[in-house]
């Protein structure tokens, strides 16, 4: 069992930044993917991006690359989203989640915290 809590969302301008947390709690969290993912109103939830907690490797969605980084502190057991040059069309509900390595289905989410980036 995996627990997630994010925090750090609010309302930025245009070409701002924001750093999002997500601090995780549970066994084995080497065992786990870092993802986040995000939800526009009226959109389908995507993929944003995602760290492994071993390897520290990381993967980005187009949309993102070049203005969002994804990191992740072992020590606090936290995943960090920096994100730069934001646009009016970054602003969704953004949610960290967990999966095992071996998987591929995200299994564990957080409550979402939600980011506006006005014009």
């Known amino acids: 069992q995996v627990q997630l809590v994010e925090s750090g969302g609010g309302l930025v301008q245009s070409g701002g930044s924001l750093r999002l947390s997500c601090a995780a709690s549970g066994r084995a969290l080497s065992n786990y993917v870092m993802g986040w993912f995000r939800q526009a109103p009226g959109k389908e939830r995507e993929f944003v991006a995602a760290?492994?907690?071993?390897?520290?490797?990381?993967s980005y969605a187009d949309s993102v690359k070049g203005r969002y980084t994804i990191s992740r502190d072992n020590a606090k057991n936290t995943v960090y989203l920096q994100m730069n040059s934001m646009k009016p069309e970054d602003t969704a509900v953004y949610y960290c989640?967990?999966?095992?390595?071996?998987?591929?289905?995200?299994?564990?989410w957080g409550q979402g915290t939600q980011v506006t980036v006005s014009s």
């Open positions: 989640a967990a999966r095992l390595v071996i998987n591929r289905q995200y299994h564990y």
């Open positions: 760290i492994s907690w071993t390897s520290g490797s990381t």
